[in-house]
Nanobody
């Protein structure tokens, strides 16, 4: 089971990026998928998720109204559209499957450790 996050880059404040999370070796069908990020010197935080149906999504307060998560199961891909980016969004972004995803919370197993390398997002001021 491998997930590959991509689409990061360097943008100025107010810019946009679209991250992609592609699965290999398995399909996203009927599986929730989430995005996390880890800023320098900080722990990993969950920022958004989409449930297996695509009908339920979750966002942390700091990204609400700016980020949009979506899924395309035909392409085995989950996207994170990030608009109005801020320097505080600078981090390495990761994706992972099979988490608890509701409209009010997201949580992955404490033993999950297949995070991969993630994709770097840098927002300049």
């Amino acid at each position: 089971v491998q997930l590959q996050a991509s689409g990061g880059g360097y943008v100025q404040t107010g810019g946009s990026l679209r991250l992609s999370c592609v699965a290999s070796g398995f399909t996203f069908d009927y599986r929730s998928v989430g995005w996390w990020r880890q800023a320098p010197g900080k722990g990993r935080e969950g920022i958004s998720c989409v449930d297996y149906s695509g009908e339920t999504t979750y966002y942390i307060d700091s990204v609400k109204g700016r980020f949009t998560i979506s899924r395309d199961d035909a392409k085995n891909t989950v996207y994170l559209q990030m608009n109005s980016l801020k320097p505080a969004d600078t981090a390495v972004y990761f994706c992972a499957p099979d988490l608890l995803c509701t409209s009010t919370t997201m949580r992955i197993s404490d033993i999950y450790d297949d995070w991969g390398q993630g994709t770097q997002v840098t927002v300049s001021s």
